[in-house]
Every structure is written in C-alpha cells, then in structure tokens.
C-alpha cells in the first residue's frame, strides 16, 4: 500500500536532500557566485535561476529512476547497455566523473583551507595537510555523513547571515524579479556562467544523489518503506530551491564588494554589517563549506564507481579511488596556488562535463520498459530536462570553441 506523505514524514525528506544542497553550497558557490554580484551586478543572477530548476528537475529524475527499479541510476545505465558497448559507456562515464570530482576537490581544499588561514593565520601548507590527514581517516573509517551534515548546518546558518547582508543592498524588488527571469551574456562572463551551472548542477550529485534513495519496498509499485514518491519530489524541491536561495544571497552580497572581490573582502563586509561574530562565520562557514564537500566528492567518486563498474564498496581499489581524488586537492593546496581563479575554473569544467552525464539520464528515464509509464518523464518534464540539457551543452561547446580559439 503507497505510503501517505504526512508533515513529518515530509520535513524528515527535507532534511534527508540536504545533503545535496549542502553538496553544491561550498567554495564554488560561494566563490563563483559572489564574483558573479561583484564584477556583473545582477546581470547573471538568472543563471541561478536556471542552475537551481534544472538541479531539481535532473536529481528528482535520478531518484525516480531508483525508487521504481530498486537500482541507482549508474546500475541502470549498465543494464541499459549490456556488452562491450555498455562498458565503454560505463567507463567514459566514470573517467568523466572522476575528472569532474578531482577538479572539484581543488576547489574545495583550497576553500576549507582559505577559511581557516583566514580564521586561525596559520600557514597555508600545515594547515593543507592537516586538513587532509583528518579527510583520510574520516574516509577510511567511513565516519563522513554525520559530520558532513553538521557542516551543512554551518554552511546553513552562513547563508542566513548573508541574506541580512542582503537585505542592505541596494536591489528593488522589481529589478530582482527582473534580473532572475532575464538571460544575459555580459562580455567575458562565459566562463563564470559555466562556473555557475557546474557549481549548482553538480554532475556526480547524480550518482551521489541517487546511490542514497531508501530503496527497501515494493519495487512494483516502486513505493519504498524508506521513502516515497511524494517525499522524495518534497524532499528535493524544498532542499534544492533552499540552496538555491542561498546562492542568490551569496550573489547579493558581492554587490557590495565591486570589481575587487576577496575572501578578506568579504569577511570585512560581514563584519561592518552585522558585527565582528559575523567575519568569524564568514571564515568557519567558507572552511566548513569546503570540508564537507573534501568530504563527498572523493566518495562520489568511489561510489560511482561502485555503480558504474561494479567495484566492490571499501575494496582497494575503492579506496585508491577516493585516495587519488582527495590527493589532488592536496597537491593544489600544497602548492598555495591563488584559490579563486582555480575554484572559478574547476566549477566551470563541471559546468562542460554537465551534458555528457545528462544526455544518459534522459535517455535512461524514459525508457519505459524500464520504469513503465508510471515512472517515465512526461512530456513537460522532457521539456524541462531537454532545456538543461540544450543550454548547457551550449555553453559548454562555446567556451571550448573559446579555448581553441585562443590556443
């Protein structure tokens, strides 16, 4: 019998996606984002419009496909594609996501590691590999979740505070209605809208998101006893559209910090406009931001991996494939590179990798011998979809044509 959704059962659902907003809310939101207010004003602030509908749109259509089969979405595509065809599929697959986590986890170790030079003074470098050496064993003994969750909460209580900085700017409400409907290309701001989707609509979330689903039930009915249909659209819309709130804020605020925008520069605003407490969040919430997402992305890795290729959960290989992630982030760090300009790019790599991903989760979620009519994407939600896919596979072919060009 279908489950009922009821008011608890929904806000527990609420909580249970948060981690998928908690997810894309780290260094590249609030880099990217920031930087989009500061050099563009309002100009870009539809991207997150669009970043934020089409998140919600693609991880609801993950986590359908999970619920009505019993299988995360990489397990589906592999028996979509049965023989050496679905192995290449699986395996261009995976090295497109592991590509995209170990991209991501630059920007997330120098963003924690920002936030603590700016919190504590200490050295880039010991603070690096302390940083690392605490992912590593939270990985190793696969104690990540609850801490994970504790730092979203920080990250939370981060956006709160600048949706009060927000509130000082000065932004109508017509011209913030305005600006979040209406698309604009300013000249030379096509890498920080890829930037923006790729930090928003993160590819390996996908995976990530759909490996999670409660998923014990009646496959038939595609009604689980961990979760239903109902909460599970609850969950996402509710969950995403409320990280999606914080990134406008987190745009907002960059107004206030014109063409010279700084991690110190941001914390000094939060400081004249709500008190000295506030700089301190700033710089714990930038720390915790990239500490829980050093945390999920080399264990999206691992996990898709797991889906794709069938690699056996905390084997060696398992492991190393983490292991590899999480050390990347920390050659960046070691290396003290400026962490702005990386977090921008690799967000923006994200952004270009997008529709390769999506073009198989469209495929998979209308396969109707699959999921049955019941479960399949209606002709809206094709729409929907389609026009995620379509954008972003512009703007991801046109800065590639951009970087030929140069080259």
Known sequence: ??????????????????V?????????????????????????LWVLTFSTLGTVWLQEAAARITIATG??????IVQTYAGPRGRRIAWALFLAIFLG??????????????????????????????????????????STQGLANMLGLVVFAMGGAFLYVAFGTPVTPASLASALVTPAVPSGSLLLINGLIGTTIVPYNLFFGSSIVPTSGDSATGESNGQSLGEMKLGIWV??????????????????????????????????????????LFAFGLFAAG???????????????????GVPKNS?????????????????????????PVIVAVQAINGILLPFVTVFLFLAVNNKSLLGDKYCNTLWQN??????????????????WLAIQAI
């Not at 299988?71 to 589906?76: A, I, K, M, R």
């Not at 990280?243 to 804020?249: A, K």
């Not at 745009?251 to 520069?265: E, K, Q, R, T, V």
């Not at 829980?292 to 290729?309: I, N």
């Open 1 to 18: 019998m279908p489950k009922v959704l009821s008011l608890r059962s929904g806000l527990g659902s609420v909580l249970f996606w948060s």
């Open 20 to 44: 998928i907003s908690a997810a894309f809310i780290g260094p590249g939101s609030v880099t990217a984002c920031a930087i989009a207010g500061s050099t563009y004003g309002l100009q870009l």
């Open 71 to 76: 299988n995360d979405l990489g397990q589906v």
């Open 101 to 142: 986590c170990a991209a991501y986890q630059a920007g997330n170790i120098l963003g924690a590691v920002s936030g603590l030079a700016l919190l504590t003074g200490f050295p880039v470098p010991l603070l690096t590999i302390v940083v690392g050496l605490v992912c590593v064993v939270l990985l190793w003994v696969g």
């Open 239 to 280: 969950a995403v559209i409320l990280g999606g709130i914080i990134s406008v804020v987190l745009l907002l605020a960059g107004l206030l910090i014109p063409n010279d925008f700084s991690y110190a520069h941001m914390a000094q605003v939060m400081t004249s406009r709500i008190g000295p407490w506030a700089g301190s």
């Open 291 to 309: 500490f829980a997402s050093s945390l999920t992305a080399p264990l999206a890795a691992s996990v898709t991996a797991h889906s794709l290729l």
């Open 316 to 340: 060696l290989t398992y492991r190393a494939i983490w292991l590899i992630v999480l050390t990347t982030g920390l050659v960046f760090g070691l290396l003290n590179v400026t962490p702005i």
């Open 383 to 400: 729409i929907a979809m389609g026009s995620v896919v379509l954008v972003t596979a512009v703007f991801g072919l046109w800065n590639v």
